[in-house]
């Protein structure tokens, strides 16, 4: 089993920034992928970016030079960093992991993030 505990999200003014983080713990043995998706108000759950224990990094188009995915491979943990916010982008963020970034196996509780004036 793997745990994922998320932090970092919140309230944020339109083209404000945002970074959300994600520990995992447990056994982590054959987990390729971490990253986030969100889910919005009666939208479905969409892939944000996701990112590869090679470095290998998936975007969104809407989010595409606003968000920034990493790793810290030896905390086990990934960063959202989130620039430029928009109205659109609030949702609650689900951190997940999995040996396949459409697919994945495992997910965090979710934070809230809201951007608003």
């Known amino acids: 089993q793997v745990q994922l505990v998320e932090s970092g999200g919140g309230l944020v003014q339109p083209g404000g920034s945002l970074r959300l983080s994600c520990a995992a713990s447990?056994?982590?043995?054959?987990?390729?992928?971490m990253g986030w998706y969100r889910q919005a108000p009666g939208k479905q759950r969409a892939l944000v970016a996701a990112?590869?224990?090679?470095?290998?990094?998936n975007y969104a188009d809407s989010v595409g030079g606003r968000f920034t995915i990493s790793r810290d491979s030896a905390k086990n943990t990934v960063y959202l960093q989130m620039t430029s916010l928009k109205p659109e982008d609030t949702a609650v963020y689900y951190c997940?992991?999995?040996?396949?970034?459409?697919?994945?196996?495992?997910w965090g509780q979710g934070t809230q993030v809201t951007v608003s004036s």
């Open positions: 990112i590869t224990t090679g470095g290998r990094t």
């Open positions: 997940q992991a999995g040996s396949n970034w459409y697919r994945p196996d495992y």
């Open positions: 447990g056994i982590i043995f054959g987990i390729n992928t």
